[in-house]
C-alpha cells in the first residue's frame, strides 16, 4: 500500500520541488488534481501550459523537424518551449493513459528539462498528473523508465481539506452540511459500470447545478433528485435528497448529541440520520475520545427504542467503549429477558 498525501501537502510539495524536480500525482478520478497544480502555478506567478495525454502524438512533444542547411533539426512546439526565457509550469494531465510513445516522448522533459538540444527555462515547474489503474479510468502500463524520472505522489481525498475550500468557493451549504455529515461520501469507489458516482469534483458540480436551476426557477424536490442522481453514486444522492428535504442544515456535529442526547431532532428522517452517523462512528472506532462515563450516559438517557436502534449488531463496540451496563440494560428492554 502505498503512503499517501493530501491535496494541500501536494501543493506544498509542488511549490518546493517542481523547479527542480518532475512530479507525478496519481489519485482517482474527480480529486482535483488539475486544480491544485493550476492554483499552485499561480501562487508562485507562474503560467500554466497544458497538454494532455491522451490527445497528442509524440512530434506534439517533441517537435517536427525541418532542413537548416546540410542537416535537420527538430522544431519544439510553441506551447513546451515558448519564445520568452520567462519560467512558467508545464502541466502534462492524464499523462498515465498516453500512449507508450507519447510517454517516451517525455522522458528527456521529465528527467532533464530538454526538448531535444533545447533546455525549458530555468525555474520552469513540470507537473503530470493521472489517474490509477484500479479506478477503471482510461490508463496504460507507466513503463519503469518513465517511474525513474518522476516523483510520484499519491494523493488522497481529506474532507476537512474539500469542507475549508467549499466554503472559500460558495458550494451550496447543504452539500458542505451534507459531507460533513457523511464524510464517506465525499469520494466512493469508481463502480465497475458506467454510472456516476461521488467525488469532490462531482459534488462542486451538482452545487453548480442546483444554483442554475434555483436561479431560473425550477429547484423542486423533484428536479434536485434529478440532478443528484446525475452527479454523484445513487445511494449518497438519495440520502442527501432526503436529508435536505429535512433541513440537514440545523444538525449539529454528532459529538453534540452524544454530550448531550436530549438534543436529538424530533423529526423522524433527521433522527434517523443523526442515529446512523453515531453508529457509524462507533463501528468504526471513531469515538474513543469520549469516556466510558459519557458513553455509559449517553445510551442511558436514550428513549429504548432509540437506544435499541443505536446498539444492534454494535454491543461489541459500544461494550469496547465502556457502556456495558446501558447494554445489559437495553437487551432486557428489548427482548423481555430478565
Same mark, same amino acid.
Given at each position: 500500500?502505498?503512503?499517501?498525501?493530501?491535496?494541500?501537502?501536494?501543493?506544498?510539495? /509542488?511549490?518546493?520541488?517542481?523547479?527542480?524536480?518532475? $512530479?507525478?500525482?496519481?489519485?482517482?478520478?474527480?480529486?482535483?488534481?488539475?486544480?491544485? !497544480?493550476?492554483?499552485? *502555478?499561480?501562487? %508562485?506567478?507562474?503560467?500554466?501550459?497544458?497538454?494532455?495525454?491522451?490527445?497528442?502524438?509524440?512530434?506534439? $512533444?517533441?517537435?517536427?523537424?525541418?532542413? &537548416?542547411?546540410?542537416?535537420? !533539426? =527538430?522544431?519544439?512546439?510553441?506551447?513546451?518551449?515558448? +519564445?520568452?526565457?520567462?519560467? =512558467?509550469?508545464?502541466?502534462?494531465?492524464?499523462?498515465?493513459?498516453?500512449?507508450?510513445?507519447?510517454?517516451?516522448?517525455?522522458?528527456?522533459?521529465?528527467?532533464?528539462?530538454?526538448?531535444?538540444?533545447?533546455?525549458?527555462?530555468?525555474?520552469?515547474? $513540470?507537473? %503530470?498528473?493521472?489517474?490509477?489503474?484500479? &479506478?477503471?479510468?482510461?490508463?496504460?502500463? /507507466?513503463?519503469?523508465?518513465?517511474?525513474?524520472?518522476?516523483?510520484?505522489?499519491?494523493?488522497?481525498?481529506?474532507?476537512?481539506?474539500?469542507?475549508?475550500?467549499?466554503?472559500?468557493?460558495?458550494?451550496?451549504?447543504?452539500?458542505?452540511?451534507?459531507?460533513?455529515?457523511?464524510?464517506?461520501?465525499?469520494?466512493?469507489?469508481?463502480?465497475? +459500470?458506467? $454510472?456516476?458516482?461521488?467525488?469532490?469534483?462531482?459534488?462542486?458540480?451538482?452545487?453548480?447545478?442546483? &444554483?442554475?436551476?434555483?436561479?431560473?426557477?425550477?429547484?423542486?424536490?423533484?428536479?434536485?433528485?434529478?440532478?443528484?442522481?446525475? @452527479?454523484?453514486? %445513487?445511494?449518497? *444522492?438519495?440520502?442527501?435528497?432526503?436529508?435536505?428535504?429535512?433541513?440537514?442544515?440545523?444538525?449539529?456535529?454528532? +459529538?453534540?448529541?452524544?454530550?448531550?442526547?436530549?438534543?436529538?431532532?424530533?423529526?423522524?428522517?433527521?433522527?434517523?440520520?443523526? /442515529?446512523?452517523?453515531?453508529? @457509524?462512528? *462507533?463501528?468504526?472506532?471513531?469515538?474513543?475520545?469520549?469516556?466510558? +462515563?459519557?458513553?455509559?450516559?449517553?445510551?442511558?438517557?436514550?428513549?429504548?427504542?432509540?437506544?435499541?436502534?443505536?446498539?444492534?449488531?454494535?454491543?461489541?463496540?459500544?461494550?469496547?467503549?465502556?457502556?456495558?451496563?446501558?447494554?445489559?440494560?437495553?437487551?432486557?428492554?428489548?427482548?423481555?429477558?430478565?
Amino acid at each position: 500500500m502505498s503512503e499517501t498525501v493530501t491535496l494541500s501537502q501536494a501543493r506544498q510539495i /509542488i511549490k518546493a520541488l517542481a523547479a527542480d524536480e518532475s $512530479v507525478l500525482l496519481l489519485s482517482s478520478p474527480g480529486l482535483g488534481k488539475s486544480d491544485i !497544480v493550476r492554483s499552485a *502555478a499561480a501562487d %508562485a506567478g507562474l503560467e500554466c501550459r497544458s497538454l494532455l495525454g491522451t490527445q497528442i502524438a509524440p512530434e506534439d $512533444v517533441s517537435g517536427v523537424p525541418k532542413i &537548416d542547411g546540410d542537416r535537420s !533539426v =527538430f522544431c519544439p512546439p510553441r506551447i513546451l518551449l515558448p +519564445e520568452s526565457d520567462e519560467p =512558467f509550469c508545464l502541466f502534462l494531465d492524464e499523462l498515465p493513459a498516453a500512449s507508450p510513445d507519447v510517454q517516451k516522448a517525455f522522458y528527456a522533459l521529465l528527467l532533464e528539462r530538454r526538448i531535444g538540444e533545447f533546455n525549458l527555462p530555468k525555474g520552469t515547474w $513540470v507537473v %503530470a498528473a493521472g489517474n490509477r489503474a484500479e &479506478d477503471r479510468a482510461l490508463v496504460r502500463t /507507466i513503463s519503469s523508465a518513465l517511474v525513474n524520472r518522476v516523483l510520484i505522489l499519491h494523493v488522497r481525498a481529506d474532507n476537512e481539506e474539500w469542507i475549508s475550500w467549499a466554503r472559500a468557493n460558495n458550494i451550496r451549504p447543504e452539500i458542505i452540511a451534507f459531507i460533513a455529515a457523511v464524510p464517506d461520501a465525499l469520494m466512493r469507489t469508481a463502480p465497475a +459500470e458506467p $454510472v456516476p458516482f461521488s467525488t469532490p469534483r462531482a459534488w462542486a458540480s451538482l452545487s453548480v447545478s442546483l &444554483d442554475l436551476a434555483e436561479k431560473a426557477g425550477l429547484i423542486t424536490d423533484e428536479v434536485r433528485r434529478a440532478l443528484a442522481y446525475g @452527479k454523484v453514486s %445513487a445511494g449518497d *444522492a438519495s440520502l442527501f435528497c432526503g436529508l435536505t428535504e429535512a433541513d440537514i442544515q440545523n444538525l449539529k456535529r454528532p +459529538e453534540a448529541y452524544i454530550r448531550d442526547p436530549s438534543l436529538l431532532p424530533d423529526e423522524p428522517a433527521r433522527k434517523w440520520f443523526v /442515529i446512523r452517523i453515531i453508529r @457509524k462512528l *462507533a463501528a468504526e472506532g471513531s469515538l474513543n475520545n469520549f469516556s466510558a +462515563e459519557e458513553i455509559e450516559g449517553f445510551l442511558s438517557t436514550l428513549p429504548s427504542e432509540v437506544r435499541f436502534s443505536m446498539l444492534v449488531g454494535l454491543v461489541d463496540a459500544w461494550g469496547k467503549l465502556g457502556a456495558s451496563e446501558s447494554l445489559l440494560s437495553s437487551l432486557r428492554e428489548a427482548t423481555g429477558l430478565r
